[in-house]
C-alpha cells in the first residue's frame, strides 16, 4: 500500500491507498461483499423457513449456485474477483 498526502485526495491525514488493482477493488467493495452475504443468507433462510420443492440435495446445491450468481452480478461482483 501506498501513502498519499491530505493534498492529494482532499482529506485530511494520511490515508492507505493499495497499490493492487485487485486488492483495491476488494477494499472499495468491501460493502458489496457484505451485502451479498446478507441476501445469500436471507435467501437460505427463506427456503428453510417457508418451504422447498427440491428433490434431492443436488437440486438444492445448484440452487444454492445459482442464487449466488445472482446475487453477485446485482452487485456487479464475481467470485473471480478474490481469486
Known amino acids: 500500500m501506498k501513502k498519499l498526502k491530505a493534498n492529494q485526495v482532499k482529506l485530511s491525514g494520511w490515508i492507505l491507498i493499495p497499490e493492487d488493482k485487485n486488492e483495491a477493488d476488494l477494499c472499495f467493495n468491501g460493502v458489496k461483499w457484505a451485502l451479498v452475504a ?46
Open 38 to 83: 446478507q441476501d445469500m443468507d436471507n435467501a437460505l433462510r427463506n427456503k428453510i423457513k417457508y418451504g422447498h420443492q427440491f428433490k434431492t440435495p443436488k437440486e438444492a446445491l445448484e440452487w444454492a449456485r445459482i442464487e449466488l450468481d445472482e446475487i453477485l452480478t446485482s452487485q456487479n461482483l464475481t467470485l473471480e474477483m478474490i481469486i
